[in-house]
């Protein structure tokens, strides 16, 4: 075993995490991306985690997304002079979580990016925003698709993983009620991973098409 890795017991042959093995689901690469992108379209808003530079903790908040590449890369607008455009100058490794009220969720990691190009933020501009970062009345940082604060964060997608409901919620919860009289972990859910090779392979697909 690898110093870098943790264990606290041994199950021999035995899968230590049996909710894993029972729920890992393996379509193809067009399923997986489509359904991770429904996903979360259908959840609108997602956790943005970054680290602080300073302390090194974690920090996150709550983002709106604002658009989509290449299918699996997301856009967020961002308020240029806050403190996370600050920690992804120092680190641009980030997390972005998503989760609905069924318990449905979606973590999807990369790398982020500050876009300042006012071609880029134009097209992706919401008049909303201007209640986000106000109209300070100098003319300029009036909240406005040309106000210089305005950007847009990008994440490069490199892994992700979401678990979506096999079943209804009462069939989930007979199952789990099951699971806690026999100790058979149930299948709850359709538990799936993307690597970045996938996603690699997904966004030159996605090229060749456009």
Same mark, same amino acid.
């Not at 100790?183 to 799936?192: E, T």
């Given at each position: 075993?690898?110093?870098?890795?943790?264990?606290?017991?041994?199950?021999?042959?035995?899968?230590? &995490?049996?909710?894993?093995? /029972?729920?890992?689901?393996? %379509?193809?690469? =067009?399923?997986? *991306?489509? !359904?991770l992108?429904?996903?979360?379209?259908?959840?609108?808003?997602?956790?943005?985690?970054?680290?602080?530079?300073?302390?090194?903790?974690?920090?996150?908040?709550?983002?709106?997304?604002?658009?989509?590449?290449?299918?699996?890369?997301?856009?967020?607008?961002?308020?240029?002079?806050?403190?996370?455009?600050?920690?992804?100058?120092?680190?641009?490794?980030?997390?972005?979580?998503?989760?609905?009220?069924?318990?449905?969720?979606?973590?999807?990691?990369?790398?982020?990016?500050?876009?300042? &190009?006012?071609?880029?933020? /134009?097209?992706?501009?919401? %008049?909303?925003? =201007?209640?986000? *970062?106000? !109209?300070?009345?100098?003319?300029?940082?009036?909240?406005?698709?040309?106000?210089?604060?305005?950007?847009?964060?990008?994440?490069?997608?490199?892994?992700?993983?979401?678990?979506?409901?096999?079943?209804?919620?009462?069939?989930?919860?007979?199952?789990?009620?099951?699971?806690?009289l026999?100790?058979?972990?149930?299948?709850?859910?359709?538990?799936?991973?993307?690597?970045?090779?996938?996603?690699?392979?997904w966004?030159?697909?996605?090229?060749?098409?456009?």
């Open positions: 075993m690898s110093s870098k890795e943790f264990s606290n017991t041994s199950t021999g042959g035995k899968s230590a &995490d049996p909710y894993k093995a /029972k729920n890992l689901d393996e %379509p193809n690469i =067009k399923e997986k *991306v489509t !359904d992108i429904t996903f979360i379209e259908s959840s609108k808003f997602g956790m943005m985690t970054t680290r602080q530079d300073s302390t090194g903790l974690l920090v996150s908040r709550c983002m709106a997304l604002a658009a989509k590449e290449n299918g699996v890369d997301l856009l967020f607008h961002t308020n240029t002079e806050s403190g996370k455009t600050d920690e992804l100058a120092s680190d641009p490794n980030i997390n972005i979580a998503f989760l609905n009220s069924s318990g449905e969720w979606a973590s999807v990691s990369g790398k982020a990016e500050v876009i300042t &190009d006012r071609g880029l933020v /134009k097209k992706y501009y919401s %008049p909303a925003l =201007k209640a986000w *970062v106000g !109209d300070l009345g100098d003319g300029k940082h009036d909240g406005g698709p040309d106000d210089p604060r305005i950007g847009i964060i990008r994440v490069a997608t490199e892994t992700a993983t979401y678990a979506l409901a096999r079943h209804s919620a009462v069939t989930r919860g007979v199952e789990l009620a099951k699971g806690v026999t100790g058979d972990a149930p299948s709850v859910n359709k538990l799936r991973q993307l690597s970045n090779e996938e996603l690699q392979t966004r030159q697909s996605s090229q060749m098409v456009s």
